[in-house]
């Protein structure tokens, strides 16, 4: 299902109107130029820019839905609709290099913010789809569906997941559980954490402090929920469905 076929926005319309006479010297410092986007530096600052510019082609229906509704559900992680911007770079850091970092202006510490960030995005996100104009409203599967599996936000929270998943592996693999019950204690299907252990153990991928904050987690006891919460488990089968299906059609 394509949510988001086509973007509508502003168009650019050559001006043919006669004008007034004008020095050289107007016409010299008049003359339009077109300045080259900067490169980004880095893989964190491409996924960034990436984020950013979906959402803000989805950014026109967001607005005429806040105008119909009067009311948005994103806020809950500090911070409102204005700085999704803001929030899908904290995503993308995190997604590439495991960044920790609270911009100032959140409500909650890292990694915890995480998880009311990513509810901010895709309540932004549904609430455009939701208002995109001559659009049959689509149902809760759909949007599912659609987020997870389509866009290039809810690849980047499969990204965060697997990062915030694999500190907590290595936590638990470090007190000596078993992969049957790292299995067990993470909610994941059984032989997960066996088929991730031996490349995770060579190629963490994780830094030392969202190691830390994992092992304060199960030092106290709790179950550590936070990366159950960015991914619904439904989700996980059908991306893993069609990461196999994809990977079987590329043999033939």
């Known amino acids: 299902m394509a949510l988001v076929d086509q973007a509508s926005g502003p168009a650019l319309i050559d001006y043919n109107g006669e004008e007034g006479d004008d020095s050289v010297e107007d016409e010299a410092w008049s003359c339009p130029v077109t300045f080259p986007a900067p490169a980004p530096e880095s893989e964190a600052d491409a996924l960034t ?127 000596g559980l078993e992969d049957d019950e790292i299995d067990v204690r993470l909610s994941l299907a059984k032989g997960t954490t066996a088929a991730k252990s031996v490349g995770l153990l060579k190629s963490p991928g994780v830094k030392r402090e969202l190691l830390q904050k994992s092992a304060e987690v199960f030092q106290a006891n709790q179950p550590n929920r936070l990366s159950w919460t960015i991914v619904p488990i439904a989700m996980r089968d059908c991306r893993d469905e069609r990461v196999a299906a994809r990977a079987e059609a590329g043999k033939g």
């Open 49 to 175: 820019a990436q984020l950013q510019q979906e959402a803000q082609l989805l950014r026109p229906w967001f607005d005429e839905g806040l105008r119909t509704r009067g009311r948005t559900s994103v806020g809950t992680s500090g911070k409102g609709a204005d700085s999704v911007d803001e929030m899908l770079r904290v995503l993308a850091r995190f997604a590439v290099d495991g960044e920790l970092a609270v911009p100032d202006g959140f409500s909650h510490p890292m990694p915890q913010l995480l998880r009311f960030i990513t509810d901010d995005v895709r309540d932004f996100y549904n609430e455009a789809a939701i208002s995109k104009p001559g659009s049959k409203f689509p149902t809760p599967q759909e949007l599912l569906d659609w987020f997870f599996l389509e866009t290039v936000a809810g690849e980047v929270f499969y990204q965060v997941r697997e990062k915030l998943l694999a500190a907590d592996m290595l936590v638990l693999t470090a007190k």
